[in-house]
């Protein structure tokens, strides 16, 4: 009985431990980006304001059409008292009053069709149907923009997650390190040939180092958990990330291919050209209510007054011309305003020109930064690397002090950390550059 509760009890703490594995999940950078851009709630309001453009587009072209209506009442009335004036001797009494009829009314029906198209109105439909496409097209543009930033921003937490992956394998491999310099050093002084003060060091740098990993691990389990939810993954994933080709860069542009690049590929500046021949069109509306309208109207109307009389498939069609001395005078206001929205349309163009413009210069300089400290912290290491190696010899031959060689150490520690940091660093001011100039895929 005892062997089958313990296969139980073993087979429930299975099953148990099972529920709660973590689901892993392998990544790499183009994949990630994918799915961040997939589950962007920034990216959802952009394309519900293209959706919200492509509506009034559509709207606009609907008013192309003759206006239709169907109208149709139905009344009914009490018995109503008419006097009747007394008939004139020409009728000597015999035909009664046209209006006798109208004291058995009862009820009425009226039932109408209307039509009516402008002929003319100043090509305000024809610059309305214009001005909505513009403003379409401005809103695509609008949400490739807010796609490149969510693209960019995945990147940099991607490159976070890597930096602080390799930060953490760097203390780690430092920390076991530190840890077999204690316990060698333990030895050493059950030995009587180490002083307790510098088994104390020793062991000290090791609590040092441990204490920095758990500040590292904490980072980790962040950025990991900031790109789960940036990625729209469930909260028990568990992240791998796949670094191959993580650090494949294209070919150096120089400042003036970045330049040229940047002019004519940034969204931004597709976006606000586009709201500048919006806004012309805007113009051209109010200022044709500066002119006449001319229409064309159509209708149908069917009557039926009981015991009076009954009207079928009556036509009637009609053109109208009409001008507002008062809506032209409110229209030149008007038209002043619009000017000054344009001013404001253009002068937003220009501001932004400029500061693309600084913005790709400071990313061009940024990144060529970034590669010059690349290249410094890679050979930092090869240096910190041989000057910890020399350092330790000349403390096992007595030649150095503890602290020298425990410095070294740090030194060495710190240049690897300063590499993982800058490689990361270097790849996400490489990818901001090409977001700078429209580049990036």
Request: hydrophobic share 40%.
């Amino acid at each position: 009985m005892t062997k089958i509760r313990f296969v139980i009890l073993s087979f429930v703490c299975g099953c148990i431990s099972i529920g709660h594995t973590q689901h892993i999940q392998k990544i790499t950078l183009q994949s990630a980006v994918t799915m961040g851009v997939e589950n962007s709630t920034q990216l959802m309001t952009s394309h519900a304001k293209l959706t919200e453009a492509q509506a009034r587009v559509r709207e606009a072209k609907d008013r192309f059409l003759p206006d239709v209506g169907v109208s149709g009442s139905y009344i009914r009335v009490n018995t109503p008292n008419i006097k009747m004036s007394e008939p004139s001797d020409n009728n000597n009494g015999s035909d009664p009053s046209p209006l006798s009829a109208f004291s058995n009314l009862h009820s009425l029906g009226l039932l109408q069709v209307t039509a009516s198209e402008p002929i003319f109105n100043g090509f305000k439909l024809r610059h309305n149907k214009t001005m909505t496409q513009y403003l379409e097209e401005a809103a695509r543009y609008d949400v490739e923009t807010t796609k490149n930033a969510v693209a960019l921003n995945t990147m940099k937490a991607v490159y976070q997650y890597y930096e602080l992956l390799e930060t953490r394998n760097v203390v780690e491999e430092n920390l076991k390190q530190a840890e077999q310099r204690a316990e060698e050093f333990r030895n050493l002084e059950r030995n009587g040939v180490l002083p307790r003060n510098d088994r104390l060091r020793a062991e000290l740098q090791a609590n040092s180092i441990e204490l920095g990993l758990t500040e590292v691990n904490n980072n980790v389990q962040m950025a990991e958990y900031n790109l789960i939810i940036l990625l729209g993954m469930p909260e028990d994933t568990q992240i791998v990330l796949d670094t191959a080709g993580i650090f494949e860069v294209s070919g150096n542009s120089t400042w003036e291919e970045c330049l040229q690049q940047g002019l004519e590929n940034r969204n931004e500046l597709k976006s606000v050209a586009y709201k500048v021949k919006a806004s012309e069109m805007s113009y051209k509306m109010v200022k044709a209510d500066r002119l006449p309208s001319l229409g064309l109207s159509a209708g149908l109307v069917n009557a039926y007054l009981p015991n009076v009389v009954t009207i079928n498939n009556a036509l009637n069609a009609g053109l109208s011309l009409r001008y507002s001395i008062t809506g032209a005078l409110h229209a030149s206001h008007k038209m002043r305003e619009v000017r000054a929205q344009m001013d404001q349309v253009d002068a937003a163009q220009k501001e932004m020109g400029n500061n693309i413009r600084m913005e790709i210069k400071q990313k061009f300089l940024k990144y060529r930064q970034m590669q010059d400290k690349l290249e410094i912290t890679d050979r930092a290491i090869a240096q910190a690397q041989e000057n910890f190696t020399i350092s330790e010899n000349k403390y096992k031959n007595g030649l150095l002090l503890l602290s020298d060689y425990l410095d070294a150490n740090t030194l060495l520690l710190e240049s690897k950390l300063n590499y993982a940091t800058t490689h990361a660093n270097a790849m996400v001011a490489y990818y901001e550059l090409q977001q700078s100039i429209g580049n990036l895929k």
